[in-house]
């Protein structure tokens, strides 16, 4: 099975940090681009973050830049996510997906989801 | 940034046709794509390229994009389609991934 598991939420201080981390299996984990996407309940679903196969290029939206940064080891076929300065609206489920691809054409959207980690920014 | 709007909710008696839209400035341009998040799960990929299907998705789903509408289209509704939906596209020129505000699908 295809399958995604995040790991890492928390309850964290404003100004603290977290890393998160996503697990892949079920796929070659170093064939894809990988996403960040997160969900307040308020807001719907925001995408974060995104990073290319080999780890060598990454792109976010103006929200999180220069805060988050998306990593990845594709030897232990896992996704990270650096987080700091964190802000109360940050809190939200963080989850992991996959880059839809078929027949290799790069679709720009998540055909694989994780079940999200849980990251409470409160004093 | 690019913007996505949805209507919020939509209503649907079972059987009848659902039809969630999803409005951007010249949105047929791009290419959209819709997820299903039923309540306390993970969002799932329903349509890709505005109307294709993945494996496993059934044919009740369908998508059209023109103009500045994109549109969801869900026939023969039944209970389990109860979820929020989400449009989505890539704006090319920031390289960056939008999604639209959601829309709640109750079936009466």
């Known amino acids: 099975d295809v399958q995604l598991v995040e790991s890492g939420g928390g309850l964290v201080q404003p100004g603290g940090s977290l890393r998160l981390s996503c697990v892949g299996s079920?796929?070659?984990?170093?064939?894809?681009?990988m996403h960040w996407v997160r969900q307040d309940p308020r807001k719907g679903l925001e995408w974060i973050s995104r990073?290319?196969?080999?780890?060598?290029?990454?792109t976010y939206p103006e929200s999180v830049k220069g805060r988050f940064t998306i990593s990845r080891d594709n030897a232990q076929n896992t996704l990270f996510l650096q987080m700091h300065s964190l802000r109360a609206e940050d809190t939200a489920v963080y989850y992991c997906?996959?880059?839809?691809?078929?027949?290799?054409?790069?679709?720009?959207?998540?055909?694989?989801w994780g079940q999200g980690t849980t990251v409470t920014v409160s004093s | 940034s690019f913007v996505l709007t949805q209507p919020p909710s939509v209503s649907v008696a079972p059987g009848q046709t659902a039809r969630i839209t999803c409005g951007g400035d010249?949105?047929?341009?791009?290419?959209v794509h819709w997820y299903q998040q039923r309540p306390g799960q993970a969002p799932v990929l329903v349509v890709y390229?505005?109307?294709d299907r993945p494996s496993g998705i059934p044919e009740r789903f369908s998508g059209s994009n023109f103009g500045n509408t994109a549109t969801l289209t869900i026939s023969r509704v039944d209970a389990g389609d109860e979820a929020d939906y989400y449009c989505?596209?890539?704006?090319?020129?920031?390289?960056?991934?939008?999604f639209g505000t959601g829309t709640r699908v109750t079936v009466l």
């Open positions: 997906a996959r880059e839809l691809v078929v027949s290799g054409i790069v679709y720009f959207a998540m055909d694989v």
């Open positions: 390229e505005d109307g």
């Open positions: 990073i290319n196969k080999d780890g060598s290029s990454t």
């Open positions: 079920g796929f070659t984990f170093s064939s894809y681009w």
């Open positions: 010249n949105i047929g341009s791009k290419r």
């Open positions: 989505q596209v890539w704006d090319g020129s920031a390289d960056h991934y939008v």
